[in-house]
C-alpha cells in the first residue's frame, strides 16, 4: 500500500460512514478502539465528531494529549475491526499485536497510526460535549493521507478493489463496493 | 411496505451511515433536504446528532418547531436523495412532488415523514451547536418506525432485498446490501 498526504476533502474518506479505528497515545503508551459513530462536521478546514465512551482506556490518552488518530479499515480487516471494540485495552492486551495492526509513526501528533488502513486522519479535539457516560468529540483533522489505489482525482474510488466496512450490530457489518451514480 | 413501531434499538437503523433525508414543518408548510453527516449519540433513549447547512430552507422550521425527522432510504430511492439535496427549497418548488416522495403524518411531531424511506424517526432538538454557516443538532429520537420486512430481530435484515445508500461525494453514492460477520 503506498499512501500519499491529501490537503483537502479529508471528509470525502468519512463521508460514506463506515466504522474506524481510533488510536491515541502519549508517545510512552497508547490504544485502539472501534468507532461506529463517527462524521465529518465541516468541509474546510476539515472537521469531524466522535462519539466514543469515557471508559475506553484509549480515552485517557485523548484526554491527556487532546489528539487522536482515525484509521479506516478495508472490509478484509473485519476481524481486527470486531477485535479492537471487543477486547478491553485495560486487560493489559496489546490490541495492535493481537489483531495484527501495525503502528506507523503520525506526521502531526503522539497518537500512532495504523498502517494496514487506508486512510488516516490525525486529529486535535477542539470541543469535548459530555453525553454521561460517553463524550462527543469535536476535532480539527490536521494531516490526512490515504491509500492512492483507492483514491482518486479527490474521491475515494473502487476500481481497484476497495470494499468499505459499516457497522450493524454486534458482530455484524455490511459491505459497499459498488457505486451508483444519481441523476437529476 | 408495511412498517412497525420499535421502542428500542433506533441507533441500529443509523449505525450503518446511510443518506438520509431531513425534514421539517410547522404544520402550514415543509421541506425536506438531504444529509449526508448523520450518526447515532446515544442507544437508550436514542439520541442523534445530524449536521445541517443554517441557508437551507426548512431549516427554519427545525429552529421554530425544535423538531425534524430523519427518513432512510434505500438505495432504489437515489435520484431522490440527489434531487432532495441539489434543489433548494427556497425556489418554491415542491421538493416532495418533484422527487414522487408522499407525506405521511408523524405521531408526536409537526414534519412529514416521507412514505417511500424504510425507516422514520422523529427527533426533538436538545442541543443546537454553532459551527458557523452550519450547525451540529443533537436530538431526543421520540418516535420510530421501520419496514418490518428489513428490520428483523432488533437488526437490519437484507434478506427482503434492502440496500443501503451512502453518499461518496457530488453525484456519486455507494450502495452496501451483503452482511459480513466478525470472529474474534
Redesign the interface.
Same mark, same amino acid.
Given at each position: 500500500m503506498s499512501k500519499m498526504k491529501i490537503y483537502s476533502g479529508a471528509y $470525502?474518506i468519512l463521508?460514506? %460512514? #463506515?466504522v474506524v479505528w481510533v488510536t491515541a497515545g502519549d508517545g510512552m503508551s497508547d490504544g485502539v478502539f472501534t468507532v461506529?459513530?463517527?462524521?465529518? @462536521? /465541516?468541509k474546510e478546514p476539515a472537521?469531524v465528531?466522535i462519539?466514543c465512551s469515557q471508559n475506553h482506556h484509549t480515552y485517557q490518552f485523548i484526554r491527556k494529549t487532546g489528539e487522536f488518530a482515525i484509521n479506516v479499515p478495508e472490509?478484509k480487516m $473485519?476481524?481486527a @475491526?470486531?477485535?479492537c471494540g /471487543?477486547?478491553s485495552g485495560k486487560t493489559g492486551v496489546d490490541k495492535f499485536e493481537k489483531f495484527g495492526l501495525t503502528r506507523d509513526k503520525a506526521e502531526k501528533i503522539k497518537a500512532p497510526l495504523i498502517r494496514e488502513a487506508f486512510a488516516n486522519l490525525e486529529c486535535r479535539v477542539s !470541543?469535548v460535549?459530555d453525553? %454521561?457516560s #460517553?463524550a462527543?468529540l469535536?476535532a480539527q483533522v490536521v494531516s490526512t493521507q490515504v491509500d492512492e489505489a483507492h483514491f482518486v482525482d479527490?474521491?475515494?474510488s473502487?476500481d481497484n478493489g476497495l470494499e468499505?466496512?459499516?457497522?450493524?450490530?454486534?458482530? !455484524?457489518?455490511?459491505? #459497499? #463496493?459498488? +457505486?451508483? $451514480?444519481?441523476? +437529476?
Open positions: $470525502v463521508n460514506p %460512514g #463506515s461506529t459513530w463517527n462524521m465529518p @462536521v /465541516r472537521m465528531a462519539e472490509a $473485519v476481524n @475491526v470486531l477485535g /471487543r477486547v !470541543q460535549i453525553m %454521561g #460517553s462527543l469535536l479527490g474521491k475515494l473502487f468499505l466496512l459499516h457497522h450493524l450490530t454486534g458482530d !455484524q457489518f455490511c459491505i #459497499s #463496493s459498488k +457505486v451508483l $451514480v444519481g441523476k +437529476v
